[in-house]
């Protein structure tokens, strides 16, 4: 009797907890077919009679930012960072892993400590290389999403690959393995569940990112993502358009839901597999 009380407390708390995570996306679906005027007015309200604007928050907001051209250049740079941030970091934590030198240690841990530093504090020296190497287009943005992105994910690499036993890849090289073939035949499929928990979490980051476009990139090019296009709802006096804003919203949470749903089971099968061991 006391394990079901325990239980069904615990189921309460979770629905607790699920509705204080879903308020805020039921929110701005609600209001994105809402009038802009009723937004502010009445926020948690129905959207009902003259208050309901149907599709033309979604075809406003689209006609005027430029959405869909914003959404292929953030597929574009998303997808290409993350492959290279997974491949890469991948292959560095194998090295740092496997070689220990007391350099190897210090690289490590550099990468490591690059997960404490703010943004803030190295914004301004990154936003004048980005200049002077002219990285503020979609090819520089995956080279400085690389360096940001690569601390996290050499951390959880390295975890698991010290989980993996060193007499599989004696094995391989007794048949005859190179370095190179005994790490993309052996050692990456191994990674599976870290890489694709490193790909998730990268993407969402990536996908969502404002900060670093709109310094970079910024908004008078034609390689502005998501987060920047959205944010040119807002008037140069404050304005907002709320109802275009709510309804981009919606279409740039799409993509980053769906693929979390698809893939969320490997983050808990990466975890009880190791992926932050050691």
């Known amino acids: 009797m006391k394990e079901k009380t325990i239980d069904t407390i615990l ?31 009445s926020p948690f309200s ?83 290389i980005a200049d002077f190497l ?23 690499f390295s975890g698991f690959i010290k989980s993996i036993p060193i007499e599989i890849e004696e094995a391989s090289m007794i048949d005859g393995c190179s370095p190179l073939m005994h790490f993309f035949y052996i050692i990456l499929p191994i990674l599976k569940p870290t890489a694709i928990t490193v790909a998730i979490l990268n993407a969402m980051w990536i996908w969502n990112d404002y900060l670093l476009p709109y310094l970079v990139i910024g908004v008078s090019t034609q390689y502005k993502t998501v987060p920047v296009v959205i944010q040119m709802l807002v008037g140069t006096n404050g304005n907002k358009d709320l109802g275009a804003m709510m309804a ?5 949470m799409l993509p980053v839901i769906v693929f979390y749903l698809s893939m969320q089971k490997h983050i808990v099968k990466s975890v009880t597999a190791g992926a932050v061991k050691g």
């Open 11 to 41: 189921f309460l708390i979770m629905l607790v907890l699920l509705a204080i995570f879903l308020f805020p996306i039921l929110f701005i679906v609600v209001n994105s077919f809402k009038g802009k005027f009723y937004i502010s007015d």
């Open 46 to 128: 129905i959207p009902t009679g003259e208050a309901f604007a149907g599709l033309e928050n979604y075809t406003s907001g689209l006609a005027r930012t430029g959405f869909l051209q914003a959404a292929g250049w953030s597929f574009l740079i998303t997808i290409l960072s993350v492959a290279v941030v997974v491949l890469l970091s991948a292959m560095t934590a194998y090295y740092l892993t496997r070689v220990k030198t007391w350099w190897t240690k210090l690289i490590y841990y550099l990468f490591v400590f690059s997960m404490i530093v703010p943004f803030q504090m190295v914004m301004f020296p990154t936003i004048k």
């Open 134 to 156: 002219h990285l503020n287009n979609p090819i520089g943005m995956v080279v400085l999403y690389l360096g940001f992105g690569s601390g996290l994910s050499v951390f959880m």
């Open 248 to 252: 981009m919203l919606v279409l740039s």
